[in-house]
């Protein structure tokens, strides 16, 4: 069975135990998803999705909302319908928020005004407690964080709590690609406290473009 194909598997199982023998009697593919094998950053991206979540998982726990996101992902990762750095930006904040550690990009963390409202064009992402702080609020609070835009931030809110169907229509501005990813891609690995080996292929690829 290839990486990122969708198969049908039917398995038998032996003994009713939990760590009872399972037998793979038949295997059918039902989306091998090609086009993502010809591109080395589509498989790149992928190979990052599929780590994350095979990381992420546990056994024996059914975890159907990540297996509709990544098949949402793989699909249009090998359509083309949806620009691939957008679909990592999406994968990673829906991945955040089905497994439970969704920063709070809405409001500051600490004076609760809403994005929308607070007047400066930056704010602050503290990794640590996964927030955002405005620039009024700040003062050193944390050593652990970076500058973030508030356009980049609303861009991100809607990725990750508008219809899925209709992220085809998303339009980022290549400043705010490039911002989401930082941000995304320091955080994830920060919160879990683990590093991926994908993402350090996919740095040096992109420092070789
Ligand atoms: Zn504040």
């Known amino acids: 069975m290839d990486l990122f194909s969708v ?3 039917q398995c038998t199982f032996l003994k009713k135990k939990k760590n009872g023998l399972i037998i793979l009697s038949q295997a059918d593919l039902e989306n091998g998803f090609a086009n993502i094998r010809y591109d080395v950053f589509k498989t790149t991206y992928a190979s990052f999705w599929v780590e994350l979540i095979h990381f992420w998982l546990e056994e024996d726990k059914v975890q159907s909302d990540l297996y ?3 098949f949402f992902s793989l699909d249009a990762l090998n359509a083309g319908t949806i620009e691939k750095e957008v679909l990592n930006l999406l994968f990673q904040i ?3 928020s089905i497994s439970g550690f969704s920063p709070n990009i809405e409001n500051c963390d600490i004076c609760k005004t809403p994005v929308d409202h ?3 064009k930056n704010l602050r992402f503290d990794f640590k407690e996964g927030r955002i702080i405005c620039q009024n ?3 050193n609070r944390s050593k652990y964080g970076m500058t973030i835009s508030k356009g980049t931030l609303k861009q991100l809110f809607w990725i990750n709590n508008s219809d899925i169907s209709r992220a085809d229509r998303l339009r980022f501005s290549g ?3 490039e911002e989401g990813t930082r941000l995304l891609e320091a955080f ?10 994908s993402l350090r292929f996919l740095n040096r690829l992109r420092q070789d473009k």
């Open 7 to 9: 198969n049908h598997i």
């Open 137 to 139: 609020c700040v003062k």
């Open 175 to 177: 400043f705010a690609i």
């Open 68 to 70: 509709d996101l990544l």
């Open 94 to 96: 829906r991945f955040m």
């Open 118 to 120: 607070i007047e400066q």
């Open 188 to 197: 994830i690995p920060f919160h879990i406290g683990r590093d991926f080996k």
